[in-house]
């Protein structure tokens, strides 16, 4: 069984930067962060798959950075030049045994979540 939990959300202007800190318990394959704007459907934000290979969303690349620590189970993301369009809530997801897979996103797959934390941007 996989529990994530999110840390690290918060209000910032545009233009700013946040990182958010995902702790795992218990062996994943793939790992990434998920967000959701009120009213829109979750899309994937960034991955690191069970190759080890990372990736971004477009909207996203050369602003945000996924990391992955295996030796502290820690997966973090750090935001920069955060504009008005990345507001939401973050999620994030792994896969691993024990959960159907609930979203295929690039070359990761996701089935466990975290209870996400909310990424507010503002002019």
């Known amino acids: 069984q996989v529990q994530l939990r999110e840390s690290g959300g918060g209000s910032v202007q545009a233009g700013g930067s946040l990182r958010l800190s995902c702790a795992v318990s218990?062996?994943?394959?793939?790992m990434g962060w998920v967000r959701q704007a009120p009213g829109k459907e979750r899309e994937g934000v960034a991955c690191?798959?069970?190759?080890?290979?990372?990736n971004y969303a477009d909207s996203v690349m050369g602003r945000f950075t996924i990391a992955q620590d295996r030796g502290t189970n820690v997966l973090t993301l750090e935001l920069s030049n955060l504009t008005l369009a990345d507001t939401g809530m973050y999620y994030c997801?792994?896969?691993?045994?024990?959960?159907?897979?609930?979203?295929?996103?690039?070359?990761?797959?996701?089935?466990?979540w975290g209870q996400g934390t909310q990424v507010t941007v503002s002019s």
């Open positions: 997801a792994a896969e691993s045994d024990g959960a159907d897979t609930e979203m295929v996103w690039d070359t990761c797959s996701f089935g466990y």
């Open positions: 218990g062996y994943t394959y793939s």
């Open positions: 690191v798959d069970n190759n080890g290979d990372v």
